[in-house]
Nanobody
């Protein structure tokens, strides 16, 4: 079992930056691929970014490419999402997800590919 706790959400102005963090506990963090997803009001949860178990492979949704950066610190069992140049359409609840995937070399971008989820953190971008 893996427990995930997101932090860092809040209110930010258009064009601003925010860093989300997700702390994991319960298993060997370095064996897990990690992902960030988001869900806006009235919309389905969507993929944002993912990073493989080693940190060597990252992948982004087109909507955030060039603005968001996912990274991980295996020593701290934490994954981060640095969000820059934020837009009102980035407003959503952001969820961290984890999947046991040591050795996997392809990015995991589907909700169904992740077994563990955090509770989410709200990010609101004001115009």
């Amino acid at each position: 079992q893996v427990q995930l706790v997101e932090e860092g959400g809040g209110l930010v102005q258009t064009g601003g930056s925010r860093r989300l963090s997700c702390a994991a506990s319960g298993r060997i963090f370095s064996s897990y691929a990690m992902g960030w997803f988001r869900q806006a009001p009235g919309k389905e949860r969507e993929f944002v970014a993912t990073i493989n178990w080693s940190g060597g492979i990252t992948y982004y949704a087109d909507s955030v490419k060039g603005r968001f950066t996912i990274s991980r610190d295996n020593a701290k069992s934490t994954v981060y999402l640095q969000m820059n140049s934020l837009k009102p359409e980035d407003t959503a609840v952001y969820y961290c997800a984890a999947q046991l995937a040591r050795g996997l070399l392809r990015p995991l971008t589907r909700l169904s590919e992740y077994d563990y989820w955090g509770q989410g953190t709200q990010v609101t971008v004001s115009s």
